[in-house]
DNA sequence: AGCGCGGTTGATACCGGTGTCCGCCCTGCT
DNA sequence: AGCAGGGCGGACACCGGTATCAACCGCGCT
């Protein structure tokens, strides 16, 4: 039997939808090429309307769908996107994950999830074989190894489309996303100056996140336009978790002239201050302020509630999938801002006295 | 230039690593057909040792690793599993995927994401677009999407290999992975009992997810083991989320007799009572025990520190994926299992008097 | 020696698309 | 009318693998 003229029961198959339509059966069907239906597929120019019209009607009748992994071959490239990341925040990475996922809808790409470990020696050539097995169209970076230089490189040499999401630019425009940390920093600073605190608090995030720097540095910002200052030892590292956050709490908790406020990193590092201060006999608000970053599900969840910097992770992830696909379709639009905002909860008042 | 000859350049681009070896570079440098390089690479057992050792040292030589498109193409499958959920808890999705990804390294396989809407009129069908365009190779599916008969009649049709994470045994030993929900009720139950508490209170799931039902029965049954009971009176339907658990925990506390411990369905609805216990004019663990389920991040940050259930959701993800790789291999190892346990923290304690 | 047989191997078609390149047709110009 | 040129469409090779099937090999058999 040839191809050419298909037995019967392959187009009743096809019409009853049990067997998927190929180029070849729209070609047939259409009584054009298949070449020609591949470029109506990928928007040609050069197809007259009257026939562009022919092959649509047939593409949409029997609900054909081009086969990526055939269309991928040929073009040497998949139709996947790739989200990296080594942010060990759940809720961040969902976030993340639905916002490149409400940018990908309706485009024909996958989002396919790497998580990985930049302290791991192999994390350069790991991520490339990643990519290289897959022929990944692109992939998405967030912190903190969207800030790793080495591995930017490595996407430039191999040619890999890539958007980095991050707190500053820290590449070409066309490869950043960013989060406007320092806005988020601000923010809080004016909040606790607002307040009428000064003396205040802040517990950093590890030193490899470049969030945690300009978070600090929108913090100190903020304070300063209402003439408050954050001394240096009233500053803890943590590392963005719970526990880390409890300890540089308790630290600054025990400093002789303890601050009336803390600011810190994330929600995760400021449900830690709440546990430091219970355990310091402290109540909040009433004898610390405490504010957080994210308004994250926890910022809700612990007590009293977080006031905290709200950071829209999820369009974020939407404008780093538009902006990727961007890349593809040569479109240049620039895609609308999301600041991060302040949400006040019952974890930040007045100082006592 | 013949592809039978090429030009020396080809090659030495090989040598450096600048081109990626094909199946048929790998061919001509050991001297054989392409086809008898598909075979090693697919373990056909019919090859001469003496054959695949040559052609093994040249693959390892070149480092080369097949295309999965092309593969896929003509296999007519590709080398992705996707992850289908509708879970809405950020932690659950993220312990899911990286257990996934635990038992898929080192496979070739990649790992799609698909969150969905069990609720949407198009679940069946968005599903199956999803899984047809891309060829997947097989699917894990998640509660609360895989207790639906509809989809898993619908992957039966379509032939796509498939492992439906539970409560109970949902479908055939080779498609099923139980959670033993019931077990970690049972031990929630236990627990309080072994407290003395007599009164009690249940705020379960929703009712379309089983895990509510397996919670309930197992709890009862551990209360039963010790001659207490719940009575209908005591039991409150959430929806898994941190309000809904409060609201329901609100009313359970507004009975006259309220109960002394509340065993909420999970940990998220358990951070919700403890809020609710405090408005109420409560503290936790003297006038009211709350014990949770899954031992997320969550549970140690609310205050007190929740004691709960761990569920080992992370092992569950690498049981899946070795069930569903396993069904490609033909291997039949039965996978080890790991049982839900008790997290003994603050939020419980013996009732007063 | 001739034959049949099972284990290995390779030539070729094929999976479902895209690129190249050439020929066709229609148009507008001289 | 004849010709150049551009828009349009198709034949064919190719992307990198796998399936089919026949050829080939050496062996034991009669």
Redesign the pocket.
Known sequence: MS?RTPKPSDDEALQSGRRRA???DVARLAG?????V?RV??RS????PE?REKIEAVIARYGYA??PQ??G????RSFLIGLIYDNPNPQYVVNMQLGLLDGMKGSGFELVVHPCDRGSTTLVPDIRAFIERQKLFGVVLTPSVSEDEAVAEMLREIGCEYVRVASIAVDAEAHSIVTRDRHGGLLAGRHLAELGHRRLGFISGPDRFRSSHERRGGFEEGLKEHGATLSADCVAEGAYTFESGMEAAARLLALKDRPTAIFAGNDEMAAGALHAARQAGLSVPEDLSVIGFDDFQIASRVWPPLTTIRAPTREIGRLAADRLLGVMEGDKRDPEWRMPSLVVRGSTAAPKG
Do not use: M
Request: aromatic content about 4%; cysteine-free.
């Open positions: 191809s190929t180029i070849n054009v090429s298949k070449k020609t591949s597929i990928n120019p050069s197809v007259r026939t081009p086969d055939a269309r071959l040929a073009f040497r």
